[in-house]
Structure formats: C-alpha cells, structure tokens
T-cell receptor, first 115, second 108 residues
C-alpha cells in the first residue's frame, strides 16, 4: 500500500492568488516528482528531486516552484495563479535503485481550477 | 531524447485478450514500465521489464524486446474494471517519461 498524500484534492481559486499544493510520503523515498496532467492526456514531468535540498525542473516548462527541506515533504507553489494553470497535479515518489526507481507511487492528485 | 508511441484507443469485450504495444526511442535504457490509470485516479504501477522476455503477473503480462525498442502489455480474461488508460514509460536519468496513454474500453 503506497503512503503518499496530496492536499487539497480539489481547489478553485481566482487569478493572481498564491497557492501551495502539499505532498507528503511516509515511505522514506529519496526521489519525488511532480507531474501535470490535463484530462485524457499524458503526464508531463514538471519538477523532481533526488533528495533533501535537491530539486530539478522537468520537461514541461512551469511557472511553479518546489522545495525539499525534508525527505517526506515536497510542496509545489504557484506565486500567481492563472487560468492556464488549470490542470491536475500529481505527486509521486520512488526508491533510488536502478530497478526499483522505475516503480513510482502516486498520490491521488490535486485538481486545480483557476478562474 | 526520449519518445514513446502507443495506440490512443483499444476496445474489447469481457473475457477477451488485448495487447497494447509501445515503441520507444531513448538514449540509455533502464527498462520499460507500465502504469494503469482509472478516470480521474492516480496512476498505479503494473509491471517493469529490464531484460528481454515476458513477465507475468496474474492476468497481466508484459513483454520487452530491446533490439526492436518494443514492448507490449497483454491483458487476459478482460473484466469491466480493466477499462482505464494504460501508459508505458522509460527512465531518463532519475525521472520517468510517459507515453501518451492508451484508453482501453471493455464492454459486456
């Protein structure tokens, strides 16, 4: 059973607001990821982290930022939300091994709507 | 860079067998993975192939041919609950790159 949690599950906010999407895992995984996924589309990697104090941008350009101060916590922040940020945001984590690194555990996601 | 190709949609009836193909291009290969995602839900890991051949897990099997840069997911004895999107994925460094997904619709 994967133990990775995202809050909130749903969020509707107005343009210009600052928001933080929370992601926590209790599996002790070093690696964590954020993906953006529009309905019926593929997952796009927007940020990832190798471990504490290590973050990298993914393939999809994103105006969001992330931090990794604790192993279990990987929040994503939008300083000024826009309607183009409306999407589902999925957090995931994995072990560091060559094989086990292919197994990512996903949270339930946050569906964000920016009006 | 990495790219993956898989069919966008597949339809089948309950009890049937369906195969979802995936071809990939990647610099450096660390294995091919498969994930299932029900509508609106979280993707869940199904299988992983690092070496050529068939891996079987219950009703689901996954195959890999590294020389052909090709793999497939085989679903047997289809059930209605298997209706979902299926994604193949390859590693790039520490991250996974996902295909566009195949929507499987199972009818009775």
């Amino acid at each position: 059973e994967a133990d990775i949690y995202q809050t909130p599950r749903y969020l509707v906010i107005g343009t210009g607001k600052k928001i933080t999407l929370e992601c926590s895992q209790t599996m002790g995984h070093d690696k964590m990821y954020w993906y953006q996924q529009d309905p019926g589309m593929e997952l796009h990697l927007i940020h990832y982290s190798y471990g504490v104090n290590s973050t990298e941008k993914g393939d999809l350009s994103s105006e969001s930022t992330v931090s990794r101060i604790r192993t279990e916590h990987f929040p994503l922040t939008l300083e000024s939300a826009r309607p183009s940020h409306t999407s589902q945001y999925l957090c995931a984590s994995s072990e560091s091994g060559t094989g086990t690194g292919n197994i990512q555990y996903f949270g339930a996601g946050t569906r964000l709507s920016v009006l | 860079g990495q790219s993956l190709e898989q069919p966008s949609e597949v339809t089948a009836v309950e009890g049937a067998i369906v195969q979802i193909n995936c071809t990939y291009q990647t610099s450096g290969f660390y294995g091919l993975s498969w994930y299932q995602q029900h509508d609106g839900g979280a993707p869940t890991f199904l299988s992983y192939n690092a070496l050529d051949g068939l891996e079987e897990t219950g009703r689901f099997s996954s195959f890999l041919s590294r020389s052909d840069s090709y793999g497939y997911l085989l679903l047997q004895e289809l059930q209605m609950k298997d209706s979902a999107s299926y994604f193949c994925a390859v590693r790039r460094g520490t991250a996974l790159i996902f295909g566009k997904g195949t929507t499987l619709s199972v009818s009775s």
